[in-house]
Each structure stands twice: as structure tokens, then as C-alpha cells.
């Protein structure tokens, strides 16, 4: 059993979990102390390194995770074997479908990923008493879906340069969602095998985009895999 202590809201919460900076945004931060304290007793964090699978497509849901370090990568397959990244996903996102019996997308870890693993029992019954936690989920699922309906615009109607910048956008403003400096730099998650394929575009197309918005300024690489961006808004204005 986990050490419990007060915090300063005189709510007994595990130490642990006073220490997970994913906790307030995610989905705990809808728990009271108590609640917390109950389901941080089957709950077990897990580190995951990158390209390890998490879930695999109509495996059966045995426990959910909140994404606390790290990005997740969706895709499906299809029978002959082509991918289709679908989304991504960052800290701290829920991992895993409630009240499904099965999973809908494969799941990997893009990066090196830490999660908090929840059982699947534990979760849906708390969910099913916890109005503040059912709320949390179902404005995360519509945050999900309005990402996913905003992609389908860039996939659409974008031009090349307009994904590439989108695709950097998007991790730029997700890697650390708390942090509204105007400047940032992150390691790309993904291969760029695995841009070309969540953009649409070929590899050589995403590597020449990228090459322009370094030449113009609006990016800098540190090395293969690290991007600078000395200004955000100026990315923004490229993603048409």
C-alpha cells in the first residue's frame, strides 16, 4: 500500500501521486482525495521504451493508462499490411476506450513513454459513481474528436507545406501544454516513414518541407530528430 499524506488542501493523496505533474490536467485531477487514495491501490506506473507495442488492434481492453511522460502513436492496418497513423497521443491523455470490450487502433510508443496503469474494473467503476471523473473523460473524448475533425481539414485541404507546419504545430503545442512561452523545442516522436504516412505525403516531400521552414527561419534542427521553434506564432501563420 502506498504512503498517504495530507496535502494542502487537507485531502489524503498518495505521495506518488502529489508528484505526478500529469495528475491535475488528467483525468485524477477530477478525484477527490479519497478516491484517489482507493484507486491509486491497484493502479501501477510502467515505463515503456520507444516502438514497444501498448495495445494491439481488437485485442481485448484489460486496463486503460494515463499517458503521463511521452507520445503514444494510433494507427490501424489493414489486412495486406498498410498502416495509417490515425492520431497521437500525449500526456495526459487516457489511453484506452471505456466501456469497450475490445481496442479500435493499435497503439505504440512513439517516444519513450510513462504511463499509469489503470485496471480496466477499477476505472469504469469509479466512473460510474464519480460525476467529476465521468465529465473529465467525455471532455476529453470531445477534445479528441474536434482534434480529429481539424485534421481531416489539413488532410484534406492543406497543401504540403501547410501539413508539414501543422504536424510541427501540433506537437509543438502538446509536448508541454502547460508551457505558453512563445518559443520551444521538442524531439520529433515520429520517423519521418511515420510523418509521410500521417500527412499522406511521400518521405522525400516531408523532408523537403521541413528543409524550407528551417531556410526561412521558422525552424531550427539541433540535430536529425530535435526542432527548435523560436517563435510559435509564426509557425501558426504557415499552417494556413
Known amino acids: 500500500m502506498q504512503t498517504v499524506r495530507k496535502d494542502i488542501h487537507n485531502s489524503e493523496i498518495p505521495v506518488l501521486c502529489q508528484s505526478c505533474e500529469a495528475r491535475h490536467q488528467g ?15 491497484s493502479t501501477r506506473r510502467v ?12 485485442m481485448p481492453i484489460a486496463s486503460y493508462a494515463s499517458v503521463l511522460r511521452g ?6 492496418v489493414l489486412e495486406d499490411g498498410r498502416q495509417q497513423v490515425v492520431g497521437l497521443q500525449f500526456a ?12 479500435r487502433v493499435t497503439a505504440e510508443a512513439a517516444s519513450d513513454v510513462d504511463l499509469c496503469v489503470i485496471p480496466k474494473p477499477a476505472l469504469e467503476e469509479l466512473l460510474s459513481r464519480s ?17 480529429a475533425r481539424d485534421w481531416m481539414v489539413t488532410l484534406g485541404r492543406k497543401t504540403a507545406a501547410e ?6 504545430y501540433l506537437i509543438a503545442t502538446h509536448m508541454d ?7 520551444t523545442s521538442f524531439d520529433l516522436p515520429l520517423s519521418r516513414a ?34 527548435s521553434v523560436p517563435d510559435l506564432a509564426r509557425l501558426r501563420l504557415r499552417c494556413g
Do not use: W, Y
Open 27 to 41: 483525468i485524477c485531477g477530477a478525484l477527490s482525495g479519497e478516491e484517489l487514495t482507493a484507486l491509486a491501490k
Open 47 to 58: 515505463h515503456k521504451d520507444a516502438g514497444e507495442e501498448l495495445m494491439a488492434d481488437a
Open 71 to 76: 507520445v503514444i502513436k494510433l494507427s490501424k
Open 92 to 103: 495526459p491523455d487516457l489511453l484506452g476506450r471505456p466501456f469497450a470490450t475490445e481496442s
Open 131 to 147: 460525476a467529476p471523473l465521468e465529465h473529465r473523460v467525455m471532455m476529453q473524448a470531445l477534445r479528441e474528436l474536434d482534434e
Open 163 to 168: 501539413k508539414v507546419a501543422s504536424f510541427l
Open 177 to 183: 501544454p502547460t508551457d505558453d512561452a512563445p518559443e
Open 194 to 227: 511515420d510523418i509521410s504516412d500521417f500527412l499522406g505525403l511521400t518521405v522525400e516531400t516531408v523532408s523537403r518541407q521541413i528543409s524550407r521552414l528551417k531556410a526561412d527561419g521558422v525552424i531550427g534542427i539541433v540535430n536529425f530528430r530535435q526542432i
